[in-house]
Every structure is written in structure tokens, then in C-alpha cells.
């Protein structure tokens, strides 16, 4: 029982990484339809700067937070720019998905000539002894997380809803040929939607990387299950995230405890293939009725 | 075919094992991609899960050979039939979803497939990898340039299957889904089961292609099927160039000798710097020229620049070979979007355009205007039975009701009229009548059956045929491929049938293209048969619609808005065309906004409003009725005033 607890626990500080990297994905989904394929690649960006910063710089970990956090808004600004508005602009779904895809190998790429091959270990800002809560252990860590997911997420909505500049977010949203006409740069919010989602990737990317391996490899899985959270979550909803994605780490923990490590990713990815093959818009999210 | 040639040549010209085994893989990998082509090519989908069937394919004849000792000759055709049975289950998600959806799906699977062959070590011996023998054929054990020779055999049949099915009706399936999918439907091609089927001869190819490929290299370890694999398969597509056969051959070669060409930094070097020179040279000419603008030429003369630099500062390529085609991805997306295959062609067709319209003027011999079948079996009936009949409709989106307990009777042979302000319904109700939304309540019969329920394309087959509001055409087909796709009906020949070429797919084949002249005839079109859908001027591609609509042999058609954009001539023309289809015994429902179009030829009008019918009758007296008149000018009725 107190292994099926600690499991569960991070089973949740996993589940809150996937539900941030599948916020991101709602972001520029809702903004302009289209998704950027290397969003485990900008997660992966943020681990590894921070690594830099905190372990060849000397920088403070809270310090390093905002920097990586600045990093990721400029790395999904440019992948906006080189990879999907030109393809928005010639409305060629192909193109954006092949971009993103692109420029998501060359990031892995790049990283791996930077970094080298090999995981490396991300030192802990905090006390690495664990808690007792409910007689099972959790790393403080783990605490930190899940709290600085929230955080992240609760920003961009109150960001979103509250100034004006996050109006011209959810105009955009609602009807971007309609937004455009009343005076607001539709192409600046798209540009600002991807490097808001990259700097939310890069965000749980230096979270999550004391509590895990970093390196060049450690993004592509974790973007492909995030994703199968935003559709399991639906890609409008908000709750359904973090819902899903608390369902998916924790079916992963206990998936890699009681079963083999190696089959780990397995569950989300069937889960994803199953909620596609059933219901596609997601469990929270409503069906689009399709106009001809 | 001389290429072809070129390749069956290599063992004579080099017997330099190196050699042959690299055109033997440019081979195997020309067959996966000719499959690869059918789903990314012609359906429109990306597909990133071929990596995946690849290895399954691999390790089907892999674990068939070593733990079950079967031979070649049932090692290869079970490797195919496992795939295909994977292809089958990955185009099941692929039913409901298309775009970024299905590409994450893909990449889900391949995830899968490589994990679960790295974990399954009691059957594919995990990390370890299959270490496996040549084939035996007739008990002789094949040298490498034997199993050469086996693989330009398979490479030439896999090129004569995937020819003839793609130039057949299946093909023109598999390109309709991707020019619109729901007008696909409602000529009466089931998008699922078209999708289905063009995952799973793709990966039957690449169950061909992988168990090729495991006799090729005699060694099959999990970690050649990754995602990079899945990404170099897409980039030889798209940079070699969709919906050819030498594009593919062409991709093949690229990502086959590109690794070898990128080991050599030096000649790296040289590349780079000619090309950032060339890119430079002609982005000045063409901005000198006035082509194109400064702006958009920057980006490739800076990224070209860069590269080259770059390229000195390096000690050895290898390690970035992965952004080397990431690049390549970027460039052919968005400077060689029609690959060099389409590129080439487009050079040509610059320099001789003149043969083209030879070639259009040879078909227009055949003058025989459309007669249809359906005209012989409809005088049988009478005139007066009703054909179509919608009782109490209601349509609800939401709160929203579109459509608000709607009667609808059509009679046989009448053409109604369906009226109303712009949002009263009367799409939707076409829509609702061809099963594209499913009524919230209410019956409709055709031709007294319930057609509540059934799919947009098992209606359309059943005899109703429609055109759409906003034209929905095969853009990239021709002409004349629009309509064949309305006349896929007719075929019944099967896949075995189309592969070897029967005197059944020939006849049907041959009659169906009689058919769909005759029809373009018919609505004047018969100049234009070569001409890409997409490049017709608007009027015609109306009167297009209307012709493919009528290669379904419809009793039933429905006229979303024909006259829309028409200028008065072609009003004139198209009212002929609409009497002569009700003359041949065709019902019609016409939903018009040119009054006296509906007036002139409609035999009785329904005028909806809100979602509401609110007068039905002929036209004359609907005309007089004070609530459509309301409807259209506004006012308040007499009542209140």
C-alpha cells in the first residue's frame, strides 16, 4: 500500500510536467491550429540551459528558472517564425508539421553536439531527504513541482483573461480573421502563443530534470505522451489536462513498478492511439461540428 | 526505365560488393517509399509510423526464419501479410482522425512497435538484434548478387502493381480523399474504407520492403526503426517528389548515399560553399529581374551563407548529419514543395507548352452526349409518386435549431424549388438529406426506405447525388479524373483485377471513360477534359460539379446554389442543363437565390425561414405570399400594423 501511494505521488509531480508541455500544446492550438512537433525538444532546451547555468555557471537554481524561462520564449518565437508562419501563410498543413518536426531534430541535434550523448544529472536545489505524508515518501522535489506547474498554468489564464493583451490571446482564438480586422496583430499573437508554449515547455523542463536524467534524448517521448494528454484532456479544455495528465503519470509509475521500466511509455501511447480511434475530441473537450 | 536498366547493369559494371549492396538498399527502400507515397502522396496524410511497419516487416521474416525455420517463400509473403494487418489496425485511428491528429498517431505506434521489439526479447531477442542467412531458392543458397537480381525482381513488380493501382479507380479513391474528403463521400467513395485500404497495401510495402531489407543486411537490431528513419523516409517523399515513381527512386538515392557523401567533410565543404554561391547568384539575378523581393530571397542567402561557414568551422560532419537534414526538410518544404521531380516537370513544361493542347483537341472526337440508364427504369414509374420524403426534421446544434420540424416531399421527375433568406436552413437541410449531419429527430425515405442513419457515401450510392455550395472539387485531379471519381461506382473490379490488368478492369476502365466524356460533353466541358480542376474558372468548375454529380447515375440530385457567381450567359446555359437532367428523368431539389431561375423552371418551391417551412406550392403562388414576402423584405405583417 505504501508503495502504491509513493507511486501515485510521482505519479501526480509526472502527471503535472505533461499536463504543463499539453498546455503549451492548447496554446498555439488555439491560436492559430497548429501545434509545434518539438515541444519535447524546447522541454529538453530548457533542462539542459539550466543544467549550464546552475552546474558550469554556478548559477543559483532560482535565478537559472527565469533565464531558462526567457530562453524558451525566444526559442519558440524563432520556431514560429522559421517554421509556421511561412507555412501558415501558403495554408499547408504539410508544411507546418514537416517544419516542426525539422527543426525539432535539429534542436535534438544541436543539443547532442553541445551536451554530448549521455544523460547527466541535474543536482537538486533542494533537500533531496524525503517527507512522510500519509506514511509514504515524497521528495520535496516532487512537491515543487506539481506547486510550480499550477503556478505556470494559473499565470497564463490570468494572463489570458485579465489583460488586455491576453484579450487579443482569446480573440484570436475565436476568430482569427475577425480579430485581425479589428486591429489586432493576429500574426504577433501567433508568434507570442508559441513562445508563451516554449517558454512553458522550457519551464518544466528545469523542473522536472533534478528529479529525472537530462539530455538530448530525454524530449521526444515526453512531448509525444504530453500529447496524448492535451487529447485525452481534449485541446480546449483546462481541467482536462491536468486531469489526464495526473491519470497518465500515474499509470506510468505504476506501469514501470509492477510491470517493466521498458514498457513505461507504453500505457499513454496506447491510451492515445484508443481515445483517437473513439472519441477525438479528447474526454473533456466538445465534438466541432464540421461545416461544408 | 532506362534508369531501371541502369540498375539491373550494376553487378556486370562493378562487382564491387560495397557497391551492390548500396543500390540493392536504394532498391528495398524505393519499394517502401513507393508505399509510402499512396498515404503521404495521394491520401494527404503523414504518416510517421512507417519506420515502424518497416521493422515490422523486417522482423516478421527475422523471428519466421530463425525460430520457425520457415523458407523465402513463406517467409516473405507472411512478413507483407503482418504488416498489412498492422497497417490495418494503425488506419484504425486513422478513421476519425486526419492532419496533426493522425501524425501524432502514427508516431505514437512507431513508439510502440520499437519498444515493444526491444522488450520482447523471448520473440525478437530485444537489443541483441536477429543475425539471419541469405535465402535458399530451389535448395541453392543466393550470393549477394543473386539476392541482387531477387530484389530488382521485387523492385519491378512492387513498380507495375503500385503503377496500375494508383492509374485505376482506387487510385482516384485515394487522391479524392485528400482533395475533399466530404465530397468523396457523397460521390459515393467511403472515406474510411478508402484510407483503410491505402494503409494497408502502403504497408504491405513495407512489410515487402523491411523483409527484403532483413535478407539485405543479414542483421536486424531495434534501433535502425526510429524516428530518424521515419523523418528520411518523409524527406526522400517529399524531396524526390509526391505521386511519382521516380520521385521516389530519386528520394531513395538521396537519403542512401547522402550519409555516405556527408562521412567526407571535405567534399561537404565544397557542396556547401557552391551552393550558398549559386542560391546567392540567383537570388541577385531574380531580385535584378524583379521576380521576387529582397525579403524573401534573405532567408535562403543568409541559411545557405551560414551553412557554409559552418561547414569550415567543423572537424567532422558525421555528428550532424540529423541537422543536415533537418535543413533539407525546411528548404523542401518551402522551396521544392513539388520535390525535383515536380520541379524537372515544371522546367519542361515551361520550354515546350505547345504539346499539351495537342493532346486536348484528340479527345474531343467523341461527341456522344450523356444518356443515362437511369432515364429507361424511371419512365417505368410514374410521374407524381413521391421520391423523397422528410417528415418533421429537426436539426439541433446546441440551443441552436437550424431546422425546425421541416416537411420536405419531392415528387418524381419535379425539379423543387428550396428558397429562403440566407441562414434559414436550407443547406443544412441538404446536408441532413445526404447524411453528412444525422437529424436530431425526423424520418426521410427514399424511394421508400429510411435513409436515417446510413453514411454520406451508402446514400450517395442509393441514388442521391449533390453538388456543394462552396465548390468542392479534386483541385489537383484533371477534369476528367473528377468525374471518373462520381463513376467509381461502376467498377467492380478488385484489387487482384486492377494488380494484373483482366479484361474485366480493361472493359470497365474503357466504358467509364466513354461515360465521363460523354458527361463532360454534356455540360460543355468536353474541351477541357485534361485541364486541372482547380485552374477552371468558377462558372465551369460549377458545371463541373454538376457532371460529376451526375457520374453517380443519381435518381436524386441536389443543387446547392448552381447559378452563384454565374454570370447571365452561363444562367442561360445552366438552366438548360438543369430541364435537360429532369428531361433524362432525374429528380431535382434546387436551392437558388436567382428568382427567376427558380421561378421559370421549378415545378413546385418550399420557402424556409428560420429553420421553418413557410410556404410551399408552385412558384407563382408562393411568390404571392405575404410571409415570404416578409421573409425576404422585411416589414411587419398587416396583423400588427
Known sequence: ?292 | MLCFALAVAVPVITPNPYYIHLVETIMIYSILLFGLDIVVGYTGQVSLGHAGLFGIGAYTTGVLLTKLGLSFWLAVPFSVLVTAVFGAILAMPALKVSGPYLAMVTLAFGTIIQILINEMTFVTEGPMGIKLNKPEIFNIKLNEEQFYWLVCVFLALSLIVVHRILKSHLGRAFEALRGSPVASDCMGVSVYRYKVYAFVISAGLAGLAGSLYAYSEQYISPNTYNFELTVLFLLAIIMGGRKTRSGAIIGATIIVLLPKLLDDIELFQWISTLLAVGICLSAVIAVVKKWTSVQSTLTPVIGTVCLSLFSFQLESITDWRLSIFGLMILFVVYYLQDGIVGFVVKLKSFTKPAEENNAQVLHTTSTSEWSTARSLHSSGSDSGELILEASSILMQFGGLKAINQVDLRVQQGHIHGLIGPNGSGKSTMMNVLTGIYTPTQGQIKFKNSSIIGQTSSSIALSGIARTFQNVQLFGEMTVLQNVLVGLHHSFKSSFLDVCFNTKRYQLEDHVANEQAHSLLNFVGLGALHNELARNLPYGKQRLLEIARALALDPALLLLDEPAAGLTAPDIVELTQIIQKIRDHGVTLILIEHHMDLVMSICDTVSVLDFGQKIAEGKPLQVQADPKVVEAYLGGSSPAIA
Do not use: H
Not at chain 1, 91 to 115: D, P, Q, R, Y
Not at chain 1, 158 to 184: C, E, P, Q, S, W
Not at chain 1, 185 to 206: E, H, P, Q, R
Open chain 1, 1 to 292: 500500500m505504501e508503495i502504491l501511494l509513493q507511486l501515485v505521488y510521482s505519479g501526480i509531480a509526472l502527471g503535472m510536467i505533461y499536463a504543463v508541455i499539453a498546455f503549451g500544446y492548447q496554446l498555439t492550438f488555439a491560436t492559430s491550429d497548429t501545434l509545434n512537433f518539438g515541444q519535447g525538444e524546447a522541454l529538453m532546451l530548457g533542462a539542459l540551459v539550466g543544467l549550464t547555468l546552475v552546474d558550469t555557471m554556478g548559477v543559483n537554481y532560482w535565478v537559472a528558472v527565469p533565464i531558462v524561462c526567457l530562453f524558451g520564449f525566444i526559442q519558440g518565437a524563432f520556431v514560429e517564425r522559421v517554421g509556421v508562419r511561412p507555412a501558415i501563410k501558403i495554408k499547408s498543413e504539410f508544411g507546418w508539421i514537416m517544419s516542426t518536426i525539422a527543426l525539432g531534430i535539429i534542436f535534438k541535434n544541436v543539443a547532442e553536439n553541445i551536451w554530448g550523448r549521455d544523460d547527466l544529472r541535474f543536482p537538486s536545489p533542494l533537500d533531496e531527504s524525503p517527507l512522510k505524508v500519509l506514511g509514504a515518501n515524497v521528495l520535496p522535489m516532487e512537491l515543487l513541482v506539481i506547486a510550480g506547474a499550477i503556478l505556470m498554468m494559473l499565470a497564463v489564464e490570468f494572463f489570458n483573461r485579465k489583460t488586455i493583451y491576453g484579450k487579443a490571446v482569446v480573440a484570436t482564438f475565436n476568430d482569427r480573421d475577425a480579430a485581425k480586422l479589428m486591429g489586432i496583430n493576429t500574426g504577433l499573437v501567433i508568434t507570442f502563443s508559441y513562445a508563451l508554449s516554449s517558454l512553458t515547455a522550457a519551464f518544466a523542463g528545469i523542473l522536472i530534470a533534478p528529479l529525472t536524467l537530462t539530455g538530448a534524448t530525454m524530449g521526444s517521448v515526453l512531448g509525444l505522451k504530453a500529447f496524448a494528454v492535451a487529447i485525452i484532456g481534449g485541446l480546449t479544455s483546462g481541467l482536462g489536462i491536468v486531469v489526464g495528465g495526473i491519470l497518465l503519470g500515474i499509470a506510468e509509475t505504476t506501469t514501470g513498478f509492477y510491470i517493466s521500466t521498458g514498457y513505461k511509455d507504453v500505457p499513454g501511447l496506447v491510451l492515445l492511439l484508443l481515445v483517437l480511434a473513439v472519441r477525438p475530441a479528447g474526454l473533456f473537450g466538445k465534438t466541432a461540428i464540421k461545416k461544408v
